[in-house]
């Protein structure tokens, strides 16, 4: 796993319940790549927070003290193989684990960074 103490080991995701309409924030592994974070469900589709993407892409994040607003998708790893061989690989350098399905989470434009 990464030991760099500079680097959040996690960001809090938070998505829209597709049944209860509610926020769910959840803590999870990330990593990020070119102008995304990517996050990965080890539940895969069966985790409530990929479903509620799926259906609600609007979403909030923070990384360390940087908060975000903008949309999460399913990367189809078919059709994406580079970026998903990508965050596989800076997921199993960070973490030593990368099974699972992969999520990306852009932030609009209009809310990135400096």
């Known amino acids: 796993?990464?030991?760099?103490?500079?680097?959040?080991q996690f960001l809090y995701v938070t998505t829209i319940g597709w049944k209860s309409g509610r926020p769910h924030e959840i803590?999870?592994?990330?990593?990020?790549?070119?102008?995304?974070?990517?996050?990965?469900s080890e539940?895969?589709?069966?985790?409530?927070w990929v479903q509620n993407i799926r259906r609600h892409p609007a979403i909030t994040f923070r990384v360390g003290e940087q908060?975000?607003?903008?949309?999460?998708?399913?990367?189809?790893?078919?059709?994406?193989p580079e970026l998903a061989a990508a965050v596989s690989h800076l997921?199993?350098?960070k973490y030593d684990w990368s099974d699972g399905?992969?999520?990306e989470l852009r932030p609009d434009s209009d809310h990135l960074p400096g």
């Open 1 to 8: 796993m990464s030991t760099d103490p500079e680097e959040p």
């Open 27 to 40: 803590e999870i592994w990330f990593v990020a790549y070119g102008s995304a974070f990517y996050i990965v």
């Open 43 to 48: 539940m895969r589709d069966r985790s409530h």
């Open 67 to 80: 908060s975000y607003r903008g949309s999460g998708r399913v990367v189809d790893n078919a059709a994406e």
């Open 91 to 93: 997921m199993d350098a």
């Open 101 to 103: 399905l992969i999520v």
